[in-house]
């Protein structure tokens, strides 16, 4: 059985030194980060009771407790509420593939008349499954089927690609674990983690802090091959429905040079 709480405490842990709450160093240490009995002495709670909690020897630590642990490791809203989440009842396990997401026609048919605004609609895991003409001459990796996480990680060309690839992909890693939660029992889910994590070594060093970081909206800074160096601001928009699915959309800062660059590429989807 995974013990999602135990390994989200202590990965966290391990990226806290005792300096940054306070401690002094105390020369050589024999681990990263704090020790288990000084995450529990600065949160006010015994160290056998912490022991039991990273041990998942006790999976019902009160509020209070939870909120005194992400105080010490230094976690913000979003980071503490998922450990919150961590000691809720977990969804059922299921093996079984389920239906396919669809993507509501409306929305299809919305960003197909935006013939300068890039966007595609992802699910959870990052699979395009629509996208309007700007997006795909943006890159080609934002058409339907391909699954963008996969793509970040997997083929050199993004790294030339993405400007900001180092932060980009560590907010990919972040955001991912923001969205599936408890739910690790998703096949493709766990599909899609256990290749990242064997062919990638970035993927598996981020995978391993257990960041969160849910994404809503960013400055995308990208080298396109033609039409050169183009910074646009990315939003993310929830879509109703059961599928977890996302609208995103692209859009350069009005009067700009990266809004002409985005125009002429825009004129070069029409031209074709």
Request: glycine share 6%.
């Amino acid at each position: 059985m995974d013990n999602l709480l135990g390994d989200y405490l202590r990965a966290r842990r391990q990226l806290v030194s005792p300096e940054d709450v306070g401690l002094p160093a105390g020369g050589r240490r024999r681990v990263r980060g704090l020790r288990r009995e000084e995450l529990a002495l600065l949160a006010g709670i015994s160290s056998d009771y912490y022991m039991r909690l990273e041990q998942d020897r006790d999976q019902n630590p009160s509020a209070q407790v939870l909120d005194a642990l992400a105080r010490v490791l230094g976690l913000d809203d979003d980071a503490t509420n998922h450990l919150h989440s961590l000691t809720a009842p977990a969804p059922a396990a299921t093996t079984a593939v389920g239906p396919a997401p669809v993507v509501p026609p409306s929305i299809a048919e919305l960003i197909g008349t935006w013939p300068a605004t890039p966007a595609y609609v992802q699910d959870r895991l990052t699979n395009v499954l629509a996208a309007n003409a700007i997006a795909t001459a943006l890159s080609p990796r934002y058409a339907p089927g391909h699954n963008l996480l996969r793509e970040v990680f997997l083929d050199p060309a993004e790294q030339d690609f993405r400007v900001d690839w180092d932060e980009m992909t560590a907010d990919g890693v972040g955001g991912l674990r923001a969205s599936l939660g408890r739910d690790v029992g998703d096949p493709a889910a766990t599909e899609l983690v256990t290749e990242l994590s064997a062919k990638s070594e970035r993927f598996h060093e981020l995978r391993s802090r257990h960041d969160i970081k849910p994404r809503t909206g960013h400055l995308a800074r990208f080298r396109h091959p033609a039409a050169g160096p183009l910074d646009l601001h990315s939003d993310k928009l929830t879509l109703p429905g059961p599928d977890a699915l996302s609208l995103v959309v692209f859009h350069a800062v009005p009067g700009s040079r990266h809004a002409e660059t985005l125009a002429s590429l825009a004129n070069l989807v029409d031209s074709n």
